[in-house]
């Protein structure tokens, strides 16, 4: 009797088409740790330019592959684990070594103690927002993120090459940068996360043209604006920080609680003196 079970075989496997889907976003985690491993490179070949290029790619990659593992439901504890060591090498060891290699490496101990600060603030960064990810209020990171500290790293080594500066020049300049976006990182400051913008929500045409103006701007100079972006964000959070604490809300932020008044007794005020 020939065997029919070949027959009603499914021409996909749906068990390993689900393990390709989990695939997906660990292979853009995969391009940003390669990306921040390719500026290690670099900055070990005096190539510091296209290691900075190389951090932003990162960037890049590190964005997508969150938001791809949401749209496709793959979420895994795999995936984010795997993503936090990524981070790790390309927005912690990375920008620690390029910008130690570019202009910390002549301020002997002073240099590599701010390069040291810089990468261990990285990994306490991470470390904290894997433990506290869901005690934050989604709406802030609680401390400067890791890419937006390496994003200032890399921008300075990317706008000093691009006016012609040498590392030894923006020796001191740098190491107040370092040790500022290190200890930024662990700090209880709140930067904006964004992460309540709607994608999919339509959005008026100022807001397209605003987008559209955003990549004119950066296409004229991306080391500068994009350098002057980061900055200008890890500032906001020192900045609203000052704000609340003057007694200004911020849009968002909840109402402040009153006090609720007392409610009158029906029976009267009480006027009957104790009894003796």
Wanted: charged fraction near 15%; charge should be negative.
């Amino acid at each position: 009797m020939p065997d029919t079970s070949s027959s009603h075989r499914p021409l996909i496997d749906s068990t390993q088409r689900r393990r390709g889907i989990y695939i997906l976003p660990n292979l853009f985690t995969t391009a940003a740790l390669f990306a921040g491993f390719y500026a290690i490179v670099q900055a070990m070949n005096d190539r510091f330019e296209h290691a900075a290029v190389a951090i932003f790619v990162a960037m890049i990659f590190d964005g997508l592959d969150g938001r791809v593992a949401r749209l496709t439901h793959t979420q895994s504890e795999f995936g984010a684990q795997y993503d936090s060591l990524a981070d790790m090498v390309s927005f912690g060891a990375a920008p620690a070594l390029v910008i130690y290699e570019w202009a910390l490496r002549g301020m002997g101990k002073l240099g590599w103690i701010a390069a040291f600060i810089y990468c261990a603030g990285a990994a306490l960064r991470l470390a904290r927002f894997n433990t506290n990810i869901d005690v934050v209020d989604k709406r802030y990171f609680q401390g400067l993120p890791s890419p937006a500290a390496a994003a200032l790293i890399a921008g300075l080594v990317w706008v000093g090459i691009d006016n012609g500066f040498t590392g030894h020049e923006l020796r001191w300049f740098a190491g107040l940068l370092t040790i500022f976006a290190g200890l930024t990182m662990v700090s209880n400051v709140l930067f904006y996360s964004g992460k309540e913008i709607n994608l999919r929500r339509t959005v008026p045409f100022f807001a397209v043209l605003g987008i559209m103006l955003a990549f004119a701007l950066v296409s004229l100079d991306p080391a500068s604006v994009l350098f002057l972006l980061f900055l200008a964000y890890a500032a906001s959070g020192y900045v609203m920080l000052l704000m609340r604490r003057a007694g200004k809300r911020l849009p968002g932020d909840p109402e402040p609680a009153t006090e609720a008044e007392p409610e009158p007794d029906p029976d009267g005020p009480n006027d009957t003196p104790p009894h003796a």
